[in-house]
């Protein structure tokens, strides 16, 4: 696992969950994304291919802002990468 993209992407979702700009069901899926991050308890794979998918599905809500979706869409690519280290 290569921790500094972890730390990198903890960061991310935790800056998401704190934003004031992006709807409150965004917020909160960056939230619980952390937290399903941080289960020591399953494999790296399973973890980033759970919370992509959630993150994924935001990215077609039409309430996004398009800031948020940018967010998001790192997010994901950065999950990406650590899945496959």
């Not at 993209?5 to 992006?22: A, G, P």
């Not at 935001?58 to 950065?78: A, E, F, M, W």
């Amino acid at each position: 696992m290569n921790k500094q993209l972890f730390d990198e992407v903890i960061n991310l979702l935790d800056e998401l969950s704190q934003d004031t700009s992006v709807p409150k069901n965004v917020r909160k899926h960056a939230s619980d994304s952390k937290t399903v991050l941080n289960r020591a308890s399953q494999s790296l794979d399973l973890r980033c291919a759970t919370v992509i998918s959630k993150l994924d599905e935001l990215t077609n809500d039409p309430n996004v802002p398009q800031l948020g979706r940018t967010s998001l869409y790192t997010i994901i690519s950065k999950l990406e990468a650590l899945a496959k280290s």
